[in-house]
């Protein structure tokens, strides 16, 4: 039973275009939420979090949105570069010191 | 700038065999994941251990596979005997508590 689901296995977006990368959880106990971002070949790099206290996150290109009502949040990438390409994860602490992570988005920026 | 290292990267071995992975947190971090990802499941949590002790292996195979953690510079992974529905990369990752996991680059495994 999938706690933090990415109901979209890709995405594809031009460069200089906004890619939007969606992530939806189940458990409205849930009070902070990370994006990590994955090239092949190597581990996972954390990217942006988010806390249940704030609604909207900003790093430079990386702007994480949470709607908490709908259990919601979405990563924004604007504008979008060809460097971008990768496997996006959301994830969130459950319980004391346990990670879960949703099933990824790949996505793809043309140049 | 401090990593956690995974060897060995690629493996490829016949079902049945014995796979073991080993994995080298970041020196200070207390808390050790070992995740395993695939298509259908994205990064799966198989185990974890805060200050060696093991927290929750759940997510684990229990009739096949293990964890350890020897000691605080080493966990290791071991599928005994592995099938070809193994096959996925298994990730380390080692964090301070509470703070964002830090992820090693991976084991390959290929059970044949």
Redesign the interface.
């Known amino acids: 039973d999938q706690q933090v689901k990415q109901n979209s296995p890709s995405l594809s977006v031009q460069e200089g275009r906004i890619s939007i990368l969606n992530c939806d959880y189940t458990n409205s106990m849930f009070d902070y939420f990370l994006w990590y971002k994955k090239y092949p070949a190597e581990g996972p790099t954390f990217l942006i979090s988010i806390s249940s206290i704030k609604d909207k996150n900003e790093d430079g290109r990386f702007t994480v949105f949470l709607n908490k009502s709908a259990k919601h949040l979405s990563l924004h990438i604007v504008p979008s570069q060809p460097g971008d390409s990768a496997v996006y994860f959301c994830a969130t602490p459950s319980g004391t010191y346990k990670y879960i992570f949703g099933t990824g988005t790949r996505l793809k920026v043309l140049a | 700038d401090a990593r956690?290292t995974q060897t060995p990267r690629h493996k490829v071995t016949e079902m049945g065999q014995e796979v073991t992975m080993r994995c080298q947190p970041i020196l200070g971090h207390n808390?050790v994941?070992w995740?395993r990802q695939t298509m259908?499941?994205?990064?799966e949590?198989l185990a974890?251990f805060?200050n060696r002790a093991p927290?929750?292996d759940s997510g684990m195979p229990k009739d096949r596979f293990s964890a350890e953690m020897p000691d605080a510079t080493l966990a290791t992974l071991k599928i005994q005997p592995s099938e070809p529905r193994d096959s996925a990369v298994y990730?380390c990752?080692s964090g301070p508590?509470?703070s964002?996991?830090?992820?090693?680059?991976?084991t390959r495994l290929t059970v044949t």
């Open positions: 956690v808390t994941f995740y259908m499941q994205g990064l949590l974890y805060r927290l929750d990730f990752a508590d509470r964002s996991p830090h992820f090693g680059n991976g």
